[in-house]
């Protein structure tokens, strides 16, 4: 059984920061592609940014580029989503996955599973 553990969310300002990370249990992960996913109530689960299993490639959806980054450190098996510029409609669970294999950044959404259990990231007006 693998696990991965999300962990730095909390209650930001407009405008603030958040560093998230994702911890996984194996080293197996390593070598996945990996991305972060968010849901606020009401909404549908959405991806937020995907990385590489090397690192090198990024993918971001269109609210989440310029101001959010997405990063590794497979030595640590930890993911990193650094969120700047904070909003309001950034309010939500956010959660990591594993990809594939070796996979890319543009590993395709249905591939992505071994969910986390999410940390909630709250922005105030």
């Known amino acids: 059984q693998v696990q991965l553990v999300e962990s730095g969310g909390g209650l930001e300002q407009t405008g603030g920061s958040l560093r998230l990370a994702c911890a996984a249990s194996?080293?197996?992960?390593?070598?996945?592609?990996m991305g972060w996913f968010r849901q606020a109530p009401g909404k549908e689960r959405e991806v937020v940014a995907r990385i590489s299993w090397k690192g090198a490639d990024t993918l971001y959806t269109e609210s989440a580029r310029g101001r959010f980054t997405i990063s590794r450190d497979n030595a640590k098996n930890t993911v990193y989503l650094q969120m700047n510029s904070l909003k309001p409609e950034d309010t939500a669970i956010y959660y990591c996955a594993a990809g594939r294999p070796y996979g890319s950044a543009v590993t395709p959404i249905q591939s992505f599973g071994s969910w986390g259990q999410g940390t909630q990231v709250t922005v105030s007006s």
């Open positions: 194996e080293r197996t992960f390593s070598s996945w592609s």
